[in-house]
Structures are given as C-alpha cells and as structure tokens.
C-alpha cells in the first residue's frame, strides 16, 4: 500500500457525487429534459478528433497517414481507413440528429435514414474536398517565400491544417448536422489558434500566413484566392435582437471578401461589407464600411472613415 496515498474516505465522496447529482437533475429540469435517455446523448469530442485524425490520412496518405504506408497499400488503407471512419462519423450523426429530435418533439424512426444519406453525401464530397484543399496548399506554398516544398506546407503550417477542417466541417453544417461541424471547428480552433465557424464560405486558393489569431464568422462569404494574415477579424459590427431581448440567429452579419483580396495582419472588419476584388487592407486597419474594388486601405484611411462615436 502506497503510504503517500490518501483513502477516499477522506475526500468526503458521497456528498460531493450527491450534490453533482442533484445540480446535474436541476439543470435538466430547467430545461425540460428529466426523461433524458439513459445512453449518450451527444457526438463526442474525442471519437470526432479520432475521425478527423483518420479523414485527414485518407486524404493526403503518404503525408498524414501512418509512416509505415507505402504506396502499394496506398489505396487498401485509404479504403479500410475510410470504411473505419464513416461507419464512426455514421454513429456520431446519429447521436445529433437523435438529440435534436428529441429536443423539437419529433419521433425518431427516420433518423437511421437519415444518416446514412448524411454520411453517404460526405463521402462522396471527399475527392472534391481533396481538389479543394490541393488548391489550398499550392496557395500557401506560392504565396510564402520561406516554404521549401507542397510538402512542408501540408505538414507544418496550422493555417492549412485549419482550412483542412474547415472544408470538412463546413460540408457536415451544410448537410444539416451543425452541433458535429461545431465540434470540428473548435477541435482545430484548440490545435491551431484560428477561429473559423463552420458556417463561413471560403473559396478556392485560400490561404491564412502565421494563422494566430485569425477570427472569420458564420456568415462571412470569402471569395477565390483571398489571403489573410494573423490576428485577422471577419467579424459581427452588431447582432439583431427579437422583441424578447434574444439574439436573432443566422442573419447575414459578417464581411463578404471578393477574390484576390489580402488582408495584413491585424485587421478588423465588422458587419455585412464588402471588400471588393484585388483589394488590399492594411495592417490594423479597423473597417466598418464598404471598399470598391482595388483599393488600398491603410489604418491613417480607415481612421478617417470612422463613424464618430468609434
């Protein structure tokens, strides 16, 4: 017996799991969810990283796969480990789509389903996504003088490894499962230190330098070939509220970035505004008007079209 142990007895256990219990029965009974199933009711964070960990290897094998790989097993592991990963993800939809039946009063006979179209439109989207996110690697890797190699760019830079799971999680908001895309996003928000809603569009070419920092919201709408740099804010100038004080959900607040915009670092741009195309904006800048394409924002610009009160 370890001397330095302390018996559990010490701990006074029973009262502290009696009152869990009974802040955990308060909670759900504020929300009307007494007659919770007893099994489990959400997608969990560590099954969805594992799924994540076995998409990104199925997409880029010989790169993010396991090192012992080599390219006559090239497509055996790519279909075992997609076999393995959707029947999972297929398991993880399930779950959301149970809960958020349960949550609106419906039945659940036609979640099974539903799933499995969920699942099944996923993955065929994925030798789209791999397109998608080739586009994005050759971007990072042209638009930085210091990358040596396509291949440093996908292993090394977070921004790519943020756009990754942003062209996942942005299919799985689209396909109806919100709570999963959700899930994806903070994973790499966690990983990365950028923070990009499932809900954003982006377009092809996309590229992020650095990546610290960089904020992009639900409805923000970005273009081909933009590039950020870190500590870049797409952001909410201010949020609609409903007669009862509540915040109106899914309104169109965030910037819409034209193609072939960079935006240095540092930068914040509030609201549903424009920047037009082959525009540049300037470290710092704060922005909460339109620009026309082409232009060339600097802060000492931006100062001087700040609404007063600013």
């Known amino acids: 017996m370890n001397p ?49 960990d076995a998409l990104c290897g199925a997409l880029f094998p010989m790169r993010l796969g396991p090192p012992e790989l080599r390219a006559e097993t090239e497509d055996y592991y790519v279909g075992h480990t997609l076999d393995t990963a959707l029947n999972a993800l297929f398991g993880q939809v399930q779950l959301e789509l149970s809960y958020t039946a349960r949550q609106r009063g419906d039945g659940e006979t036609e979640v099974p389903a539903r799933a ?34 396509v291949d ?3 292993l090394c830079y977070p921004g790519v490894m943020a756009v990754i799971y942003h062209r996942l999680a942005h299919r799985l908001y689209k396909l109806d499962v919100p709570l999963l895309a959700r899930i994806i996003a903070e994973l790499s928000h966690s990983a990365t230190g950028i923070d990009i ?49 509540s915040l109106v959900k899914g309104q169109p607040r965030h910037p819409i970035v034209e193609d072939d915009v960079v935006i240095y ?28 394409p082409g ?16």
């Open 197 to 245: 809603h499932p809900g954003a569009t982006i377009g092809g070419r996309f590229f992020i330098d650095h990546g610290t920092g960089v904020v992009i919201g639900e409805t923000a709408v970005l273009g081909d070939r933009v590039r950020l740099y870190q500590a870049v804010t797409l952001g909410a100038k201010r949020f609609v509220e409903a007669e009862d004080g």
């Open 152 to 154: 440093e760019v996908l």
């Open 4 to 52: 330095n142990a302390a018996p559990q007895s010490h701990w006074n256990l029973d009262q502290v799991v009696a009152g869990l219990r009974q802040q955990r029965e308060r909670w759900r009974e504020a929300r009307h969810r007494s007659l919770d199933s007893g099994g489990r009711e959400f997608p969990a964070r560590q099954q969805v990283q594992a799924i994540m």
């Open 265 to 292: 670092a540092g930068a914040t741009i509030l609201g549903r505004v424009t920047i037009g195309r082959g525009s540049s904006i300037g470290g710092n800048v704060w922005l909460t008007r339109s620009v026309p």
């Open 295 to 310: 232009s060339n924002i600097t802060q000492a610009q931006s100062e001087q079209h700040a609404p007063s009160g600013f």
């Open 116 to 149: 499995r179209d969920i699942v099944s439109a996923f993955a065929a989207y994925l030798p789209d996504a791999r397109a998608l996110l080739d586009s994005d690697v050759e971007a990072a890797y042209h638009g930085d003088p210091a990358a040596r190699s």
